[in-house]
T-cell receptor, first 112, second 114 residues
Framework: DTEVTQTPKHLVMGMTNKKSLKCEQH?????MYWYKQKAKKPPELMFV???????INESVPSRFSPECPNSSLLNLHLHALQPEDSALYLC???????????FGSGTQLSVL | GNSVTQMEGPVTLSEEAFLTINCTYT??????LFWYVQYPGEGLQLLLK?????DKGSNKGFEATYRKETTSFHLEKGSVQVSDSAVYFC?????????????FGKGTRLSVIA
């Protein structure tokens, strides 16, 4: 299994909603990442987890809250988002010490 | 600092044409270099990589050579297909180690027409 699976594929939410994005991998990777990608732009790093501990937070607003319950799962909890947060949210993983990233297909998020 | 500069797109080619997408970088130390490809509606996939000077990465007919003297990692393919239509991102890992965030270029959109 060489896949990173993200759910849901599409999400529409209001500014007062609370929702969660989920990411799963079964490759034994110990580093997991959240990226945000706006249309026609490169991915922007949001968070990195290494061995289930948050190692990098790229000054992301607190309305985005990551969680890594175990080595296979990564969640991104969303609350009180703004319309400008609408984007493709990509999860990725890598084997520690190996810089190759495996990306999921992303969740296309629309905030109304 | 660390940065990647790619040629502006979009690039439109006819099938079987030769492709070059230019990529240059600035980095301290000895970075690893990558090309990622993003097909419509999908995440990024690693296309090829090179970890040291003069290395050539290759995959699916694409090639790129790590040129330290010109700080470049240009992507080439001899004969493109319609299925190669995608966005291509050049990227570097500045510390050549795991967990270090990749630095991406802005991406180059390629459209191949039959």
């Amino acid at each position: 299994d060489t896949e990173v699976t993200q759910t849901p594929k599409h999400l529409v939410m209001g500014m007062t909603n609370k929702k969660s994005l989920k990411c799963e991998q079964h490759m034994g990777h110990r580093a997991m990442y959240w990226y945000k990608q706006k249309a026609k732009k490169p991915p922007e790093l949001m968070f990195v987890y290494s061995y289930e501990k948050l190692s990098i937070n790229e000054s992301v607003p607190s309305r985005f809250s990551p969680e890594c319950p175990n080595s296979s799962l990564l969640n991104l909890h969303l609350h009180a988002l703004q319309p400008e947060d609408s984007a493709l949210y990509l999860c990725a993983s890598s084997r520690t010490g190996n810089e190759k990233l495996f990306f999921g297909s992303g969740t296309q998020l629309s905030v109304l | 600092g660390n940065s990647v500069t790619q040629m502006e797109g979009p690039v439109t080619l006819s099938e079987e044409a030769f492709l070059t997408i230019n990529c240059t970088y600035t980095a301290t130390g000895y970075p690893s270099l990558f090309w990622y490809v993003q097909y419509p509606g999908e995440g990024l996939q690693l296309l090829l990589k090179a970890t040291k000077a003069d290395d050539k990465g290759s995959n699916k007919g694409f090639e790129a050579t790590y040129r330290k003297e010109t700080t470049s990692f240009h992507l080439e393919k001899g004969s493109v297909q319609v299925s190669d239509s995608a966005v291509y991102f050049c990227a570097l890992n500045p510390l050549n180690s795991g967990n270090t965030p990749l630095v991406f270029g802005k991406g180059t959109r390629l459209s191949v027409i039959a």
